[in-house]
């Protein structure tokens, strides 16, 4: 089956600098990778995803980049502010139509 | 639009005990999910329906663990009897289509004694 590997698992970064976090997959099927961000206690909400189509999306401050051939995709975050400090959670699905598999997470904190 | 409901929000049980969970789904999305999410870890998912029909419970614990989702909307998940390992936020989600956002709800927040 699908294997998500996410890493890091924790990383800290000061407010204004940039984050970056890479998944692996190991399903040359898979053909659609979201980002999650979980802030504590609360429910993971969708952040930015990319079709294996593109390489590259962006929305403002958060960039997703996809390199099909190596089986990897990273989430990028510039200008980090305080309110970014979550957990971020990325995902495939194994197969291409099938429920996405996720990364165990990586804990983003953004010191003032 | 009204999202994903899920109760009850919190549950204390003692191990062997039984305990059951709801979700409503966002009207219009024929795919749910339950997904395990223990602490420190991502979510795990147990069971996708499409409609009222099982696509996929290759990771349900079958001998402790049922959901059913009758007409097509609401599920309830069950577990029975309770483990320690249990202790887990049990996700449910719905999506419009399959590799589509998933909508989470607020997640059910069990701990097995």
């Known amino acids: 089956g699908e294997n998500v590997e996410q890493h890091p698992s924790t990383l800290s970064v000061q407010e204004g600098d940039s984050a970056v976090i890479k998944c692996t997959y190991s399903?040359?099927?898979?053909?659609?990778f979201p980002w999650y961000k979980q802030e504590l206690g609360k429910r993971p909400q969708l952040i930015i995803d990319?079709?294996?189509?593109?390489g590259e999306k962006k929305d403002q401050r958060i960039a997703v980049t996809l390199n099909k051939t190596a089986k990897h995709f990273s989430l990028h975050i510039t200008e980090t502010q305080p309110e970014d400090s979550a957990v971020y959670f990325c995902?495939?699905?194994?197969?291409?139509?099938?429920?996405?598999?996720f990364g165990k997470g990586t804990r983003l904190s953004v010191i003032a | 639009e009204a999202g994903v409901a899920q109760s009850p929000r919190y549950k204390i049980i003692e191990k062997r005990q039984s305990v059951a969970f709801w979700c409503n789904p966002i009207?219009?999305?024929?795919?749910l999910y339950w997904y395990q999410q223990i602490l420190g870890q991502g979510p795990k998912l147990l069971i996708q329906?499409?409609?009222?029909?099982?696509?996929?419970d290759s990771q349900l614990p079958k001998d402790r663990f049922s959901a059913e989702r009758l007409k097509g909307v609401d599920s309830t998940l069950k577990i029975q009897p309770a483990k320690l390992e249990d202790s887990a936020v049990y996700l449910c989600?719905?999506?419009?289509?399959?590799?589509?956002?998933?909508?989470f709800g607020e997640g059910s927040r069990l701990t097995v004694l």
């Open positions: 009207s219009g999305h024929a795919t």
């Open positions: 399903d040359s099927a898979s053909n659609y």
């Open positions: 990319i079709r294996s189509n593109v």
């Open positions: 995902a495939a699905p194994p197969g291409g139509n099938t429920p996405l598999v």
């Open positions: 989600a719905s999506s419009l289509v399959i590799t589509g956002e998933l909508f």
């Open positions: 329906f499409q409609n009222n029909g099982v696509v996929d």
